[in-house]
């Protein structure tokens, strides 16, 4: 949870992948989702066996919103010895990817491991991956409401109703009978009764955003 | 009836042929936490699993980012709660990359970095080895294993004062040098671990039942395993000798001699015999690390900016003080840029995709979990084999749900 005695000092840059300070850990290229596909074919044609990691970053103040990232790794199969393998190359394919429309074609046709990956971005960003073929939320369960990574999506989720309970006594305890120490029973089950009915809406309220 | 793209339910009766659906988990003993495999079965048959993940999701990348960069390392620890410190590690690797520090840290920072993550390496193999071996019904090595990772935890509680998180490491170096009496602790458990790494072997690696129950079993090709992602032990026992720490050094483990274990069956067997060669050569590490501790030296890096200075410059210097305050209430800033940094886990390329905006926390922070790609290759490993063998399939994946979550 964000500490409430100090703001949080937001940086100035809205496209901070544009301010990359050199560092040498992989070659990068921007695409978009129109073309992201043909380029992902012509990677793997020219040895990235590999699709390390895929996932997103959301750029609100930015057009376009979303940013698809591809880890590529050039990895033979016939790497047997740490000579072999040596230093493989890394790629890094940055996709814009539309707010409005949040559409990118599926990789899962050239590497079986961007399913889940896939799924991932998907459920945490709402970006769909079409021609994906079995598209469901991941992490998130199936019925939830809204796209948990995306920079508007509150830290502490929705508001959500709570079931009435009163104030200053679980119920349950009371009737169980089991007073705190120096009240009766019927001075407690009154006290919760009237808190019942005084609080505002007949429950208390979260406080959440 | 077959598994469908809809939610799950629990339906379990089948009509179509003999084939039925069950799902193992999430509170099935052998899913090494909470994962549920949905199972289309035919007698003892898998014909197709289908993992169902996110038992466990906490929204660790979320929470990271409302915190202090500082602060995040807590939770990023947290990810992969077998090897903290490997998280750790390569979360202020990323940090630093991207303040531009990388080359100031202090040497004798680096080594014990180093020490804290093959130490960790080793404890979380003891967890994979010693629970695997559970699922197959040798309950005693399950003790021999948990008793030598207590001895991992007690100097990861002397260095940094908790037994299972202890967040030592800090950007710009660790918090604080090494304890008294630390170096004599770690000299007992370099003593003993030749003769405890004997114990196990003789114990499984010619045993008859042990071989019977993992050779062949969840194979792997070295084609299959580079197109399901897979990193870490599973991809060196299917034969592809990729281990981060030689292809893309970090912290100076140029300077070590070790050797990628490797082998070539791609079998549970094969995964089983590169982890116990995996903890001889991180002992080796140790052996080598230790050997250069007696050495003093600064474990931070001198850059007030980013490290708080020390506690005892607080009470005379003014600057010290303000630095102090500075960091402590809002932290430090990081410069603009997005950064991709691997290390070798315990499970494989731990990788963190970190995003900057400028500001005092993380703007993102996406991990690539070895988990989770390690896990999802049992898909491609499931149909054709037994239940029984599926157990297998999974603890010689060693996936940690921390990390698979988040």
Known sequence: MPSTQTPPINGLATDPTALRPPIADATIERVDAGTVLARLEALKAEGYTMLLDLGAVDYPERAPRFDVVYHLLKLPATAGTVAAVGTPQRFRLLCGVDGAKPNVPTATGLWKSADWAEREVFDLFGIVFDGHPDLRRIQMPHDWEGHPLRKDYPLRGPARERAPRPPFALKSNVQAGTPPTGRTLEALQEQVKRALRDAPGGAPQDDAP | ????????????????????????????????????????????????????????????????????????????????????SSNALCYVLAVERLLGMTDKIPVRANRIRVLQAELTRIASHCVWLGTGCIDLGAISIFFYCFDMRENILDLQEAAGGARMHPNYLRVGGVNGDLPEGYLAKLDALIAKFPGRMKELRDLLQANPIFQDRTIDVGYLSPEDALAWNVTGPALRGSGIAYDVRRAFPYCGYEEYEFDVPTRTEGDAYARFLVRLDEMEQSMRIIEQVRAKLDEPGPVMVDDTKVAAPPKETIALSMEALIHHFKIVSEGFRVPPGDVYQPVEGPRGELGFYVVSDGGNRPYRIRTRPPSLYNLQALKGMAPGAFIADLVVQIGSLDPVFGEVDR
């Open chain 2, 1 to 84: 009836m077959s598994l469908s793209s809809t939610p799950l339910t629990p339906e379990i009766v089948s009509h179509e042929g003999n084939a039925m659906v069950l799902s193992m988990g999430p509170q099935h003993p052998s899913t090494h936490g909470v994962l549920q495999i949905m199972l289309e079965i035919e007698g003892e048959t898998v014909l197709k699993a289908e993992p169902e993940i996110g038992y466990l999701h906490t929204g660790i990348e979320k929470s990271a980012e409302n915190l202090f960069w500082s602060q995040a390392q807590t939770v990023v620890e947290r990810m992969d709660y077998l090897a903290p």
